[in-house]
């Protein structure tokens, strides 16, 4: 302080200090050290506020203020910017070539399903800082990338040990991808650690590098089946329609054959019984009737002689005149004479 004194003596007039020199003096070094309070926080950053140590408030991009050093100190973690976490992946630096590259990592990747398989399994995770948990991502985790791996890859390890190694290969990848999510997130927010998951995307799943040419083949195998089972399902579908249509036509046509036969009976035994009514009332009279019906459903259609024996002239032939027979025969003659073109008979 002495010498700060003395210092301010020289730059003085006369080398003197007097006591309005020195309040100015004051009052400029009070107002540098008002003006450090002012700080800026960038876009992808929220600003900390910190009291002798004790978080007191978080403030938003822009131009802001606190009391200055000691009193108020200020942290600018980036808290609004999305991190991208690879687990099963890394990126190698090539400096020779100025370019990167990404190496699997089967450390992290290869994880036991639930029917005793080994997948290999890549993922992605996308976390960010909680807008109201920056004081916890500050202060209650110390490695919090570490933290977030570490988790990720445990919850993943769970639900890839509850399934089989099918449905993650094909259709529970969502589902997987959606339940570490809600896993991830849980654990965090019991450690309190201010972080918010906003993905998981399951980026390869594959079987072990030394047996996927043999998977391979187990798959193609399991698409022939799948297909060919959709082949016979397809025939099925067209065949079995088909049949039952066809049974219930004969179920249809086997009862209209018995209420036709039902009905028939009926009717032939309503006539019998008008018949034998009949008969019993004029006996003669019936069977006379019934011979003559009968004789004429006999003989109707079949070439006759009629014979009498007491004609002794012809022998007890009795020539007749076929009249049905001559009309078919001269209808035939007509058809089969050529048409005559002299115009008149001769």
Known sequence: MRRAQERIRQLLPGGHLSGMGILLILIGAVAIWGMSGFFRVQ?????????????????????????????????????????????????????????????????????????????????????????????????????????????????????????????????????IEASVHELMQKTLDQYGAGVLIQQVQMQKVDPPAQVIDSFRDVQAARADLERLQNEAQTYANRVVPDSRGRAAQIVQNAQGYKEQAIAEAKGQSSRFLQVYQAYKEAPDVTRERIYLETMEHVLGDADKLVYDPGSSSSGGIVPYLPLSELTSRRSGSTANQPARTDGGAR
């Not at 900390?48 to 004790?54: D, P, S």
């Not at 080994?118 to 919090?144: A, C, E, M, S, Y």
């Not at 570490?150 to 993943?156: D, L, P």
Request: no cysteine.
């Open 43 to 175: 876009s992808e950053e929220l600003g900390v506020v910190l009291r002798f140590g004790k978080h007191v408030r978080t403030v938003q991009p822009g131009l802001n203020y606190h009391l200055p050093y000691p009193i108020e100190t200020v942290l600018l973690p980036k808290a609004l910017r999305v991190s991208t976490l690879n687990i099963g992946l890394t990126l190698v630096q090539d400096s020779a070539r100025s370019t990167s590259t990404m190496r699997d990592v089967p450390e992290e990747s290869l994880m036991l399903t639930g029917d005793e398989n080994i997948v290999d399994v890549d993922f992605t995770v996308l976390w960010r800082i909680k807008p109201d948990g920056v004081g916890d991502f500050l202060f209650n985790i110390q490695n919090p990338e570490g933290t977030v791996k570490a988790v990720a890859e445990s919850a993943m390890r769970e639900w890839v040990g509850r399934s089989d190694i099918q449905p993650i290969l094909t259709s529970e990848r969502t589902k």
